[in-house]
């Protein structure tokens, strides 16, 4: 739609107007310009209302304005330090448990990962009895979110995708029901669902635990997946490009010297960050943003009427030839700081921008390059299934079959 029709893209569905935005200033106006006039919208609750309820993702307003002042803490610079040796320690024992010459899928690998480190790191606690039910309710919930029957019809309908939302969100309020308990038992300093726990609203009363419950099935589920998405999509692309890999291990071995990295080693592993940036440009998390307007305005020099559905396509506008020389090609050398400096703003937001920007970006691309970094320390990871992919775009940017590599030790 993009290549047909330009930077502003209008047709009718049967909520309304839908506006698809291609040009970066356009997505701009809409996230920080005047980000007070676009919400997350109908359909967005619609989608991820049923697994992640009125938490930080979902909330509007005041709500969400307290719930972000809740949860901020947890994400200061101080503390995100010290989860950098949790996902370093973590990290470490998900690659002592591989075997030299082993086979698997590398999208398994990284989700149980994070999974563990985004528990570990926010909640405090260790969830290895719960982490196969945990990533089967997620996978079912993200599956059932692309049905078509679900988005169209209305929600008294009763249908098998909606069943499948219904049984994920019951899972993890058990899981996450359990972890408060073990909570209010033995308190944290630091952990979210401490933090929650004690937390008092304008009137001195404490949250519910229905909202207690939809702040951490939020942390638990977006603090997870996207990172996971990122690293499997990270190792597919190094696996097709050798010289890429070994500039990548000729700088851990120029800086780490053997050891494992630390934040203090981060400044130093430049490109690194930079592989890390490409594959999320040519490979988003989240794939599109959607907003609604509250009232009228003009985007693109198009009037854009109250109620209209606004797309924010990160796929579209990552691989747009005018903000990217050969935008197809994976070129972690690109990301200079003079190129960062020519890009217009929001020709590259795989974090989302504006007041609504991704809470934990810090976290994740910490999680991120320490992973990175401890991987291929030890490891190349051969290409086993096919090199040609197809994704899938539900609320996250998941690789339609497994992506299957053989892991081989450094």
């Not at 082993?102 to 989700?111: A, D, K, V, W």
């Not at 589920?221 to 190094?238: I, K």
């Not at 989302?352 to 999680?367: Q, S, V």
């Not at 079959?401 to 892991?407: F, G, K, P």
Request: hydrophobic share 35%; proline share 6%.
């Amino acid at each position: 739609m993009a290549r047909e029709y330009g930077d502003v893209v209008h047709w009718e569905d049967p909520t309304g107007h839908v506006y698809q935005l291609n040009h970066p200033e356009d997505i701009e106006r809409v996230l920080v310009h005047n980000n007070q006039n676009y919400e997350k919208g109908d359909e967005f609750q619609k989608i991820l209302g049923p697994l992640t309820g009125n938490g930080i993702l979902n909330s509007e307003g005041e709500e969400w304005r307290r719930n972000r002042r809740l949860v901020q803490p947890s994400f200061h610079p101080e503390r995100i330090q010290v989860y950098s040796g949790m996902m370093t320690d973590l990290t470490g024992s998900m690659l002592d448990g591989w075997e030299d010459g082993e086979t698997f899928s590398i999208h398994e690998e990284m989700m149980e990962l994070t999974l563990r480190i985004v528990t570990k790191a926010l909640f405090g606690v260790d969830i290895d009895e719960y982490v196969d039910e945990v990533e089967t309710a997620i996978d079912g919930f993200l599956a059932a979110t692309s049905s078509l029957p679900n988005l169209l019809l209305p929600e008294d309908v009763p249908l098998p995708s909606r069943r499948r939302m219904t049984n994920a969100r019951e899972t993890l309020d058990r899981v996450v029901d359990d972890i408060v308990q073990q909570k209010k038992r033995n308190p944290g300093e630091h952990d979210v669902v401490s933090m929650l726990l004690a937390a008092r609203d304008d009137d001195g009363e404490p949250l519910s635990e229905k909202q207690i419950r939809d702040e951490a099935i939020t942390l638990l589920a977006a603090g997870h997946e996207t990172t996971a998405v990122s690293m499997t999509y990270t190792a597919f692309l190094l696996s097709q490009h050798p010289r890429v890999e070994r500039k990548l291990t000729a700088e851990l071995d120029e800086v780490l010297g053997g050891d494992r990295p630390t934040m203090a080693d981060l400044p130093e592993l430049t490109y690194t960050e930079q592989i890390v940036k490409e594959s999320m440009r040519l490979y988003p998390p989240v794939p599109q943003i959607v907003r609604e307007s509250v009232d009228a305005d003009v985007l693109g020099g198009y009037h854009i009427p109250p109620q209209s559905k606004i797309m924010l396509n990160q796929w579209v506008v990552h691989r747009d030839a005018r903000w990217y020389d050969d935008p197809l090609a994976f070129d972690p050398e690109r990301w200079t700081s003079g190129f960062e400096r020519s890009l217009p703003r929001l020709a590259y937001f795989p974090f989302a921008a504006g007041p609504r920007r991704c809470i934990g970006d810090r976290f994740a691309m910490l999680e991120a390059r320490l992973i990175l970094a401890m991987l291929y320390q030890n490891s190349h990871l051969e290409l086993v299934s096919d090199r040609n992919i197809e994704v899938v775009p539900t609320v996250t940017l998941r690789p339609k079959e497994d992506i299957i590599v053989t892991a081989h030790e450094r």
